[in-house]
């Protein structure tokens, strides 16, 4: 028996159960490149993670600074997971269930921004590299991470994933539209295939986990149908596809 949600981000909440990161990263990458974010951070500034999801990001930088840090995610479980997990005072982390664009923007500007995954929010990577632009200070980093082409896909791929030839660019290319944009590379990296794999493997590990627990959910053959595609899709196609790339960035 098939059905249609009336909660468009149900089916990302269940598949994403276990994961810590939402997103191909590995916790010794993870702290590399926080370290490198949070380098000079104060009690005076303040993070913006755009697209948080659970916040473990958000969360992990706040315990190695005294920053404050402000998350913005439209799926409301992903945040009570946040909330639930958040070990520091409350005043050093905000939460706000709303459109990005849409959250109350601190009087100073930030001096940092994540947004990992989630530049869709702000509406593409261009979009994102433009706003984080004007909403850091002068000498304040981004750390964004997109999609890439590591090969041109194969339109067969393309279908399966309900996806575009332009929808990502190559590593290179994105790292060049940011010093385009008006950044400073500090550095760049990108998911390897055991980060991958094991991304893919607990998304669609929690899925069908879930399915076989609740057979009866009325959405349970559309979910199995939509996620044995998505991962047969990867292991033919994507894994050899599409990369994650992380890029550092800094405002002059």
Known sequence: MSGTSANPFRFSTIAHRDHHYLSPLSPSKAQ???DSLGDGLTAHDVVLDAGCGKAALLRELLERCPARGVGVDINAAFLDRARLEWRGADDRLQLFD??????PRE????AAVLCVGSVHAFGSFDACLRTCFD??????RLL??????KQPPSSGYLEAIDGTLDEFATHA?????????GYVVLR??????DEWDDYEGKYCNAMMRYLADHPDDPEAEAFSVRMQKWHMAYLKWGRATLGFGYY???KP
């Not at 009087?107 to 930030?110: F, T």
């Not at 760049?188 to 295939?193: G, H, L, R």
Request: aromatic share 10%.
């Open 188 to 193: 760049t990296t990108t998911s390897n295939d």
């Open 107 to 110: 009087a100073e500007a930030y």
């Open 32 to 34: 590399q490149l926080l």
């Open 135 to 140: 909403w850091l200070k002068p000498g304040g």
């Open 248 to 250: 550092l960035l800094m």
């Open 173 to 181: 290319d994105n790292a060049e539209r940011a010093r385009t944009c």
């Open 98 to 103: 709303c459109p990005l664009l849409e959250h």
């Open 144 to 149: 964004v991470a997109d999609g890439y082409w």
